[in-house]
């Protein structure tokens, strides 16, 4: 009989996980399954960056690199960083694989078992697992009621935040809504996070993909940067999602913790993957630029589709998910989303999993086509 860490009890298995298999099974069994329930583009890496990681490979970049990764690529992430406003310089920088992996090392150096972190729902399935895991405990402020945009709530935010949370973790633009937060909502944010001396987590992994608006680096904002730590990666803006790289940026006392938890367990990112991170920095705005506005014109199709069938959703302005309403149909967002898949043969994930109930997550990492397709069959089956 295995007897397993009371941690691994806290956590469940990723929903999207669950749907993703369902929809594998469909398919197997010959089914057309419109599936919108994917979290990553749906682009090729530009082919530059695949051609960098070759030559890596072929001139033999294939050892071990310094743990926090090579000085190349932190100092392209610096310059990047820099050019937010954020006061970055290599040294403040750990490459990580995957952004995932990043805010999983935040946690386990910041997070005590018992300590507060404070969410903002709907949130990333993971924050949660992530924050369990390191044994924290969870305060979570519903967006829900204020078309998921963050100034209307920092009443509520500020209700949440005492002198005893640890964290607060930001994300924006969001996955899951699609919210861009204006600056005077970060600046609430901030404000909050002086009073209360608490530690800011800035996923900021979408910051490149938004349509009509600016998005604000939690840590340019005076008072922040020393309070921030700052996530991003290179998985959605540069649709590299499989070669997992990413990256955390903080204050050198906060480098020098992570910095242990990093080389003791991963070690390194890959190293011609890290490679390729600096082609990527440096050399594909143009391709960067052509996937943004194949995303903005499939957000406002999404907003249209849905008008068209009488509902209106907060329109997103950033990453590539929109959040619709699961009242139609069955009872909650579970049975919803399993009408969806099982009559409709569209995969989308239950809000439940955001800690949203009353909603589907769509991700439009799909074709215009592909997204007409996937909206006439949940109409035809009375879904919306
Ligand atoms: N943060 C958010 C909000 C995400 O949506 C994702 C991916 O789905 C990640 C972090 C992790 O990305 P990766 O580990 O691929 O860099």
């Known amino acids: 009989e295995w007897e397993f860490a009371e941690r691994v009890g806290r956590v ?61 690529l932190r100092e392209a992430i610096s310059m990047d960083l820099k050019g937010k406003g954020i006061p970055a310089g290599p040294e403040n920088v750990v490459v990580t694989p995957g952004a995932k992996q990043a805010l999983y090392e935040t946690a386990q150096a910041l997070v005590d078992e018992g300590d507060e972190v404070v969410l903002l729902d ?6 949660e697992a992530i924050i369990k895991l390191a044994g924290g405990d969870l305060t ?27 964290m607060l973790i930001v994300n924006s633009p969001s996955n899951p809504t699609g919210a861009v937060f204006s600056d005077a909502a970060l600046e609430g944010v901030r404000d909050l996070a002086v009073e209360h001396d608490v530690t800011v987590v800035a996923d900021e992994i979408y910051d490149q993909i938004t349509f009509d608006a600016d998005p604000t680096s939690l840590a340019s904002l005076d008072g922040m940067a020393e309070r921030t730590v700052t996530v991003n990666g290179f998985s959605k803006a540069y649709s590299m999602t499989g070669w997992r790289l990413g990256y955390l940026a903080a204050p050198e006392p906060m480098i020098d913790q992570v910095s242990k938890i990093h080389s003791h367990s991963v070690t390194c990112a890959a190293n011609f993957v890290q490679r390729a991170g600096v082609e990527a920095l440096q050399s ?13 014109k499939r957000r406002d199709l999404v907003v249209d589709l849905l008008a068209d069938r009488g509902k209106v959703i907060p329109r997103p302005q950033g990453a590539f998910y929109a959040m619709i309403p699961t009242d139609e149909g069955p009872t909650d967002d579970v049975a919803w989303c399993d009408a969806a898949i099982e009559d409709a043969h569209v995969a989308t994930v239950p809000g439940s999993a955001f800690n949203a109930p009353g ?21 035809e089956e009375g879904l919306i």
């Open 359 to 379: 909603y589907a997550r769509i991700s439009y990492a799909a074709s215009e086509e592909r997204l007409k397709e996937g909206f006439s069959r949940l109409a």
């Open 284 to 296: 594909v705005e143009t391709e960067v630029a052509t996937m943004v506005e194949a995303f903005e």
């Open 12 to 72: 469940e298995p990723s929903a999207t996980i669950a749907i993703g298999n369902k929809a594998s099974e469909l398919e197997e069994q010959g089914v057309d399954v419109v599936d919108l329930s994917v979290g990553e583009p749906d682009f090729p890496t530009p082919e530059r960056v695949r051609e960098a990681g070759q030559e890596a490979i072929a001139d033999g970049h294939t050892g071990y690199t310094p743990s926090s990764g090579i000085p190349e």
């Open 122 to 127: 709907p949130a990333w399935v993971s924050y």
């Open 140 to 166: 979570r402020v519903d967006l829900g009621q204020h078309d998921f945009e963050l100034e209307p709530a920092l009443d509520d935010l500020a209700a949440a935040i005492s002198d005893e949370t640890t």
